[in-house]
């Protein structure tokens, strides 16, 4: 774990919402587990002050990079940044996903859960995994490539949930695991489905953050725990982000 | 000479510098030395586990954080176990128990237990939590029963009894003065302002528990309007809290009275913020040719 202020790479649009910002961050990237995040932040920006955590979505050679969505102000801050403008960036931060045993691992994401899976794809690809990919979004600006395409309007690929497709896909064939990122709904859809299918499911959440890294409580999940009330909250900065399914309670 | 040198009641501090209870930990280890810190305080402990509120627990607002954490800990019997070792084999300033509780006996049971303990250097007593029912702030705000709490605390223990104030009460000079009363060594203040944020499309509270706890930035004022008033009626030495970013920031509390000062929500910002703001105030002391003794309380008009 690190703190740098560092040069922006490159600065890519993909379209109105979406867009890729890279940094060199050297031999560090070594460091870097899949599903594990960065808290990035414009230096000198007042509001927003907080950092904002940032999923890891590709490594190349020193440079790490970041698929970012405008939802708010510190996004919309960095998406107009230039390569060159500097960047305040703390981490690898948080657990990431373990690269199971068996073969045949399906992904499925929703919007913005794509990037994380994305470095988690090339990796279980690096280790001869077979994989099947599901990704949905609202409309076909959310859309980026997988091997199924899901829209809530129709605009691209299949009209519906991405769930839908998983329910249809896992009923010829089952998978060994499935690792998913998304909206909370689209997490506890692919939880009981992974359920009445008994296939291990790994999330990664997204909740709020301030510290991101473990002191400050604020990005809270809960999950069940052997205490007397039998749940607790958990931090989604360092015992997270990314959870196995049958842990958390599904509220 | 150590020109930032300073005293705490019956601590002497190698510097001026803590970290507000509930916004560090061991972690900050990565960024920077620990030990060069004037004190650690922990985040707050209770008798019993406690897991905290639901979430949202957080939102940044114009110029500050809302939080509701809801003093999610470990317990005092755990933080003893776990939490205590891990801190004093890493630090050797001292450190500062937080602690809370929901009666006057939940207190004095967890003190004498942490006084079963050693390595503890004093302890700050959170009654000033806006984000629990029973405990904290339904003590802080009413004088009689701060003073029968610090009063019975003081005699469990001989350590340093820091007192932590909230500042959503009438009279925060009332509370301090029965503080002081009480038997307390020092006191701490500001804790959080009552703060709300609301979706202004959905209508949904942007945090969880609605009203909630408001520091940062914005509070500073606020924070520093309190340290004078209280400097100018209470004798006791004050530890000052509140938006504090900057070794800038620290003087202000420092002529309005505060002989040390905590970071707060700023470590979430800048992690090296401690140790910049002693830089800082090292370096601007050494050119003016001052000691922080020499600023304390020297506000002008």
């Given at each position: 774990?690190?703190?740098?202020?560092?040069?922006?790479?490159?600065?890519?649009?993909?379209?109105?919402?979406?867009?890729?910002?890279?940094?060199?961050?050297?031999?560090?990237?070594?460091?870097?587990?899949?599903?594990?995040?960065?808290?990035?932040?414009?230096?000198?920006?007042?509001?927003?002050?907080?950092?904002?955590?940032?999923?890891?979505?590709?490594?190349?050679?020193?440079?790490?990079?970041?698929?970012?969505?405008?939802?708010?102000?510190?996004?919309?801050?960095?998406?107009?940044?230039?390569?060159?403008?500097?960047?305040?960036?703390?981490?690898?931060?948080?657990?990431?996903?373990?690269?199971?045993?068996?073969?045949?691992?399906i992904?499925v994401s929703g919007?913005?859960?794509?990037?994380?899976?994305?470095?988690?794809?090339?990796?279980?690809?690096?280790?001869?995994?077979?994989?099947y990919w599901l990704h949905g979004?609202?409309?076909?600006?959310?859309?980026?490539?997988a091997d199924e395409i899901w829209t809530?309007?129709?605009?691209?690929g299949n009209k519906g949930f991405v769930t839908e497709g998983l329910t249809n896909y896992i009923k010829?064939?089952?998978?060994?695991?499935?690792?998913?990122?998304?909206?909370?709904?689209m997490?506890?859809a692919c939880?009981?489905i992974?359920?009445?299918?008994?296939?291990?499911?790994?999330?990664?959440?997204?909740?709020?953050?301030?510290?991101?890294?473990?002191?400050?409580?604020?990005?809270?999940?809960?999950?069940?725990?052997?205490?007397?009330?039998?749940?607790?909250?958990?931090?989604?900065?360092?015992?997270?982000?990314?959870?196995?399914?049958?842990?958390?309670?599904?509220? | 000479?150590?020109?930032?040198?300073?005293?705490?009641?019956?601590?002497?501090?190698?510097?001026?510098?803590?970290?507000?209870?509930?916004?560090?930990?061991?972690?900050?280890?990565?960024?920077?030395?620990?030990?060069?810190?004037?004190?650690?305080?922990?985040?707050?402990?209770?008798?019993?586990?406690?897991?905290?509120?639901?979430?949202?627990?957080?939102?940044?607002?114009?110029?500050?954080?809302?939080?509701?954490?809801?003093?999610?800990?470990?317990?005092?019997?755990?933080?003893?176990?776990?939490?205590?070792?891990?801190?004093?084999?890493?630090?050797?300033?001292?450190?500062?128990?937080?602690?809370?509780?929901?009666?006057?006996?939940?207190?004095?049971?967890?003190?004498?237990?942490?006084?079963?303990?050693?390595?503890?250097?004093?302890?700050?007593?959170?009654?000033?939590?806006?984000?629990?029912?029973?405990?904290?702030?339904?003590?802080?705000?009413?004088?009689?029963?701060?003073?029968?709490?610090?009063?019975?605390?003081?005699?469990?223990?001989?350590?340093?009894?820091?007192?932590?104030?909230?500042?959503?009460?009438?009279?925060?000079?009332?509370?301090?003065?029965?503080?002081?009363?009480?038997?307390?060594?020092?006191?701490?203040?500001?804790?959080?302002?009552?703060?709300?944020?609301?979706?202004?499309?959905?209508?949904?509270?942007?945090?969880?528990?609605?009203?909630?706890?408001?520091?940062?930035?914005?509070?500073?004022?606020?924070?520093?309007?309190?340290?004078?008033?209280?400097?100018?009626?209470?004798?006791?030495?004050?530890?000052?809290?509140?938006?504090?970013?900057?070794?800038?920031?620290?003087?202000?509390?420092?002529?309005?009275?505060?002989?040390?000062?905590?970071?707060?929500?700023?470590?979430?910002?800048?992690?090296?913020?401690?140790?910049?703001?002693?830089?800082?105030?090292?370096?601007?002391?050494?050119?003016?040719?001052?000691?922080?003794?020499?600023?304390?309380?020297?506000?002008?008009?």
């Amino acid at each position: 774990m690190f703190n740098r202020i560092i040069a922006i790479n490159s600065i890519e649009q993909l379209n109105e919402s979406y867009y890729v910002i890279s940094v060199d961050i050297g031999e560090s990237v070594k460091e870097i587990r899949p599903g594990q995040f960065f808290e990035l932040k414009k230096p000198e920006s007042c509001y927003p002050m907080l950092r904002k955590p940032i999923s890891v979505y590709d490594i190349q050679s020193t440079k790490v990079s970041f698929m970012i969505k405008k939802l708010g102000k510190a996004t919309e801050q960095f998406a107009v940044m230039k390569a060159g403008d500097k960047l305040d960036i703390i981490g690898p931060l948080g657990n990431g996903f373990s690269i199971t045993e068996g073969n045949k691992a399906i992904i499925v994401s929703g919007g913005i859960g794509y990037p994380p899976l994305y470095y988690l794809k090339t990796q279980l690809e690096q280790a001869g995994k077979t994989i099947y990919w599901l990704h949905g979004g609202q409309t076909s600006i959310d859309i980026f490539p997988a091997d199924e395409i899901w829209t809530d309007d129709g605009s691209a690929g299949n009209k519906g949930f991405v769930t839908e497709g998983l329910t249809n896909y896992i009923k010829n064939q089952k998978p060994d695991v499935i690792y998913a990122c998304g909206p909370k709904a689209m997490l506890k859809a692919c939880h009981q489905i992974a359920e009445r299918n008994s296939v291990p499911l790994f999330v990664s959440l997204e909740e709020y953050m301030a510290c991101g890294i473990g002191v400050c409580y604020g990005c809270a999940v809960k999950v069940r725990t052997d205490n007397s009330i039998g749940v607790t909250y958990k931090t989604v900065c360092k015992d997270g982000p990314v959870f196995e399914a049958k842990d958390i309670v599904w509220e | 000479m150590n020109r930032l040198q300073t005293r705490l009641g019956k601590l002497e501090l190698q510097n001026p510098v803590t970290v507000a209870s509930g916004t560090f930990g061991l972690e900050y280890g990565e960024f920077f030395d620990l030990n060069r810190l004037g004190a650690y305080v922990t985040k707050t402990i209770t008798l019993k586990p406690k897991i905290g509120n639901p979430p949202p627990r957080l939102y940044e607002t114009e110029a500050g954080l809302l939080n509701s954490i809801g003093l999610q800990n470990p317990g005092v019997e755990e933080f003893i176990k776990l939490n205590l070792p891990e801190l004093k084999e890493v630090l050797s300033i001292p450190i500062i128990v937080s602690f809370s509780g929901g009666t006057i006996e939940e207190f004095t049971t967890i003190l004498s237990k942490l006084e079963r303990t050693d390595g503890i250097a004093g302890y700050e007593v959170n009654i000033s939590c806006p984000n629990v029912e029973k405990e904290g702030i339904a003590f802080g705000v009413d004088a009689l029963v701060v003073y029968e709490l610090i009063r019975r605390l003081r005699s469990f223990t001989n350590k340093e009894l820091i007192v932590k104030l909230t500042p959503n009460v009438t009279d925060i000079v009332s509370i301090a003065n029965a503080a002081e009363e009480g038997g307390a060594d020092s006191m701490a203040l500001i804790n959080t302002v009552q703060g709300m944020a609301i979706d202004p499309l959905s209508g949904k509270s942007r945090v969880k528990m609605g009203v909630c706890g408001y520091s940062g930035p914005a509070i500073k004022p606020i924070a520093l309007a309190n340290v004078f008033k209280v400097a100018q009626r209470v004798k006791l030495p004050i530890l000052a809290m509140g938006g504090i970013c900057t070794w800038q920031d620290a003087m202000e509390f420092f002529y309005a009275g505060a002989s040390a000062i905590a970071v707060g929500t700023y470590n979430f910002v800048n992690p090296k913020a401690c140790v910049d703001l002693i830089d800082g105030l090292d370096n601007y002391l050494s050119e003016k040719g001052a000691t922080l003794q020499d600023i304390i309380g020297k506000v002008s008009f």
